[in-house]
């Protein structure tokens, strides 16, 4: 219910691309805010609350019997002071239940000319209904209630976005998930949000998020670019079966999968010449954040702590500049009720989720990411073990002919900053454990952040188990040479 809160900060350091904070956020956050934020989690979200059936002023955001249910809709003030209490950005929401809002150019060029006044616009229908003559939409007067209300809803866009702009903790604007490019309506709805939120949200905008489900092709994705600042890349491989299939009777997709949906991401982005990565979003510069997967979809589908461990780091390996997590509400919440046993299981994963973001925290990872410069010359030697990640297929449609997908069993990041190399190596093959040398020249001295001993002269050898990681940090770095 709603409770006096004492807000502790008032100002709180934006996240990447607004600000150079690495985002690290939690779908269907209900409670344990205080909890989320010690653990270095920074963003926050819900997808519904309730409100008492006699007063909707008094709201909770945990179900209770005989409450009214708010689905995808805006969320209300109360849970923005509740994770600004404990320094949490939380997303912008407009209302999602405005299914069938469809309003076309010639509307909106109105809407333009009216300056979005809704006493000038009111004003006019209702003489319309009045004159009972032709109105400035060419539109016969028995069709200016539908339009009233398609105007009315464009208007409480306009309203909803006016209040987000007055909070503090706004993280971005997150539209309705997974529009459907393809369906004109859906396809509306992208193109005039993102048109409304640019138009009012003008003075210091911030980034526009839609979730891409994780089987799109990067064809499909680009359509996406245009609107989009941040672009997600979701990485559910025990979930997403439908549109891969692999060689074993297991299901799901192999971990590799991952780096093929941050990858495709990347393609859709840089294919164009229009667009290309960076935090300057407001001049067409992109980013992607990716999403992970802490939710049992059924008993076959299974979350285990080696998998999480592995998809935190690959994405991480992969240079994304943000990752979300779906979601709180099952790994964070509900998998530690004592009696109810069904999500025991994700009680590890939650763990050594929660572990890597430490890691990634304390050892500055996150402003390595953000701030640091790529280095590519470096690259792995495989001595020993499986050099290549096990096979898959894409198949988008069934008509259409699968295909293949395989990557080098190591995949490695190398980024310098303050005077110091970092280099993240990832197992992605889930059989083998890979033995490899990296060559680094001549350094003083090479430190394990995950305190793995490690040979080394002039290269840094190691191995890696399956869906294992490996973080390097050392001083002085240079060239080594080559015949």
């Not at 909070?167 to 949000?193: A, D, M, T």
């Amino acid at each position: 219910m709603t409770n006096v809160l004492v807000i502790k900060s008032q100002n709180i350091e934006p996240l990447y691309p607004k600000g150079k904070k690495f985002t690290l956020g939690l779908y269907s956050v209900h409670k344990y805010f205080n909890q989320i934020n010690s653990n270095h989690w920074n963003n926050a979200t819900i997808y519904r609350y309730y409100t008492h059936p006699d007063h909707d002023s008094i709201i909770s955001f945990q179900k209770i019997e005989g409450w009214k249910v708010h689905n995808n809709t805006i969320i209300p003030k109360i849970y923005y002071d509740s994770c600004l209490s404990y320094n949490l950005h939380c997303p912008g929401k407009l209302n999602y239940e405005i299914d069938s809002m469809y309003i076309n150019d010639k509307h909106y060029n109105v809407l333009d000319q009216l300056e979005y006044d809704i006493s000038k616009v009111i004003y006019i229908i209702k003489n319309i209904h009045i004159r009972n003559s032709e109105d400035i939409f060419d539109s016969i007067s028995a069709n200016t209630l539908i339009l009233e209300k398609k105007i009315s809803d464009s208007m409480e866009v306009i309203e909803n976005i006016n209040q987000n702009n007055k909070i503090k903790n706004l993280s971005y604007w997150e539209l309705p998930e997974e529009l459907r490019f393809y369906k004109q309506q859906e396809r509306e709805i992208l193109i005039k949000y993102t048109s409304l939120i640019k138009k009012f949200d003008s003075i210091d905008r911030k980034p526009i998020l839609m979730y891409i489900p994780g089987h799109l092709p990067m064809d499909r994705i680009k359509k996406y670019t245009k609107y989009l600042d941040i672009l997600t890349a979701a990485c559910y491989p025990e979930y997403q079966y439908h549109h891969f299939n692999r060689d074993s009777i297991k299901r799901g997709v192999p971990h590799s999968y991952v780096r093929w949906s941050i990858e495709r991401t990347k393609e859709a982005i840089t294919d164009s010449s229009k667009f290309v990565l960076g935090d300057n979003y407001k001049d067409d510069e992109k980013t992607i954040f990716a999403v992970l997967e802490m939710f049992q979809k059924d008993t076959n589908h299974v979350i285990t702590k080696e998998g999480i461990w592995h998809d935190f780091w690959l994405a991480i390996a992969c240079d994304v500049k943000g990752i979300l997590v779906y979601s709180h509400h099952y790994g964070g919440d509900r998998a530690f009720i004592q009696n109810n046993t069904r999500y025991h299981h994700l009680q590890e994963p939650w763990k050594i989720l929660n572990k890597a973001v430490d890691i990634f925290i304390q050892n500055d990872l996150d402003k390595v990411i953000i701030e640091g410069t790529d280095i590519e010359f470096i690259s792995p030697k495989i001595i020993q073990g499986n050099e290549k990640t096990e096979l898959f297929y894409f198949q988008p449609m069934n008509n259409m002919k699968a295909i293949p997908i395989q990557y080098n069993s190591i995949k490695l990041l190398v980024k310098s900053w303050k005077n110091h190399t970092y280099i993240i190596a990832v197992n992605s093959n889930e059989q083998d454990t890979v033995h490899f040398q990296i060559p680094i020249g001549l350094t003083n001295q090479v430190e394990s952040l995950l305190n793995k001993e490690i040979n080394i002269t002039n290269i840094i050898d190691d191995n890696l188990s399956p869906l294992g990681v490996a973080i390097y940090k050392f001083k002085n770095l240079t060239l080594p040479e080559y015949d």
